[in-house]
């Protein structure tokens, strides 16, 4: 773990102990985004444990310096392999260059809170005779999803770039370019071994991808 992360470890152990056993709170080691989870309480609510590594939405706030510039994102929509819902938050914490070091990471299940509503809603709608709107939750453009490996966390992301074309279908080069440049807006490409997995995808040569990317670091 970074010297500089230390003092955070005990905040991880407080936090989830205020906010009791459906939250659970991560502290990431940016540096090394392949195991960047340092400690972890409450890990049962995704299933992950120290040496995990970082998941899709880290890695786009590493890749996009506009995250650089706020403190933090609150409330945001997290999504785990089951389907189930959970309402995260993230800190940045921040070296004496402004530098993002490490995050502190808040997942809350709300499962038994949207059963609860479900309910709720069933009996309006029998008590009223009409449809009710229910509780609302926080539903941004960006979701988290909590990969348990490094080769999961990778998949998932190119796969979510690559989607809109058929497995084995013609890119042309342009497309080519602008997959790359959003694969590196993604954080994509601080992944150890992720170049390799790029240019199998795209069927295409690492050199290549080691080119398209200097062309983008100079626009």
Known sequence: MNKKLENYAVLVDFLAQVLGPNAEVVLHDVTTVDSSIVAIKNGHVSNRTVGMPATNLALKILGDAGYAQK??????????????????STFYIKDEDGSIIGLICINIDQSKLREARDVLNSLMNSLIGEESQGLEF????????????????????????????????????????????RLNAEGVFLIKGSVNRVARALNTSEPTVYRYLAKIKNE
Not at 71 to 88: C, D, I, P, Q, R
Request: aromatic fraction near 8%; charged fraction near 25%; proline fraction near 3%.
């Open 138 to 181: 926080a539903d941004p453009a960006n979701t988290e999803f909590f990969p348990r490996s490094v080769d999961e966390l990778t998949r998932d992301t190119i796969d979510a770039i690559l989607g809109g074309y058929e497995a084995g279908g013609e890119i042309q080069l342009d497309e080519k370019m602008d997959l790359i440049r």
């Open 71 to 88: 403190g933090y994102l609150v409330n945001y929509n997290g999504m785990l392999a089951s389907g189930k819902h959970l309402k995260s």
